[in-house]
């Protein structure tokens, strides 16, 4: 049984640096194509980063170029997003997802249907 687990959010403040991190059991790690999206107030899922599973690369979205690093270690089957520089419009809810063999297409991050294993969301608050 597959399972996702972020953990690491929470409220932070304009300008300032948060980890998430997505815990995955039932899968090897290196197989899939990863990525972090947040839930926006109009409930939309975006997509922020993700990672093609065939070659390691990854690949961001423009509104967190720069700011966020995505990674993952295999051997703990773990991955992470650093969050710099996090403005209020970052806040939100953040997702794991990961999907069997998915890879990336034309340099944009799969939309959250390609994916079909989910963490459950943690909040993160941005607040002065």
């Known amino acids: 049984q597959v399972q996702l687990v972020e953990s690491g959010g929470g409220m932070t403040q304009p300008g300032g640096s948060a980890r998430l991190s997505c815990q995955t059991s039932g899968l090897n790690l290196a197989d899939y194509g990863i990525g972090w999206f947040r839930q926006d107030a109009d409930n939309k899922l975006r997509e922020l980063t993700c990672?093609?599973?065939?070659?390691?690369?990854?690949y961001y979205d423009g509104s967190v170029k720069g700011r966020f690093t995505m990674s993952r270690d295999i051997a703990k089957n773990t991955f992470y997003l650093q969050m710099n520089d996090i403005k209020i419009s970052d806040a939100g809810v953040y997702y794991c997802?990961?999907?069997?063999?998915?890879?990336?297409?034309?340099?944009?991050?799969?939309?959250?249907?390609?994916?079909?294993?989910w963490g459950e969301g943690i909040q993160v608050t941005v607040s002065s």
């Open positions: 990672i093609d599973s065939r070659d390691g690369k990854i």
């Open positions: 997802a990961a999907e069997v063999g998915l890879g990336v297409v034309g340099g944009h991050c799969p939309r959250d249907w390609s994916y079909d294993e």
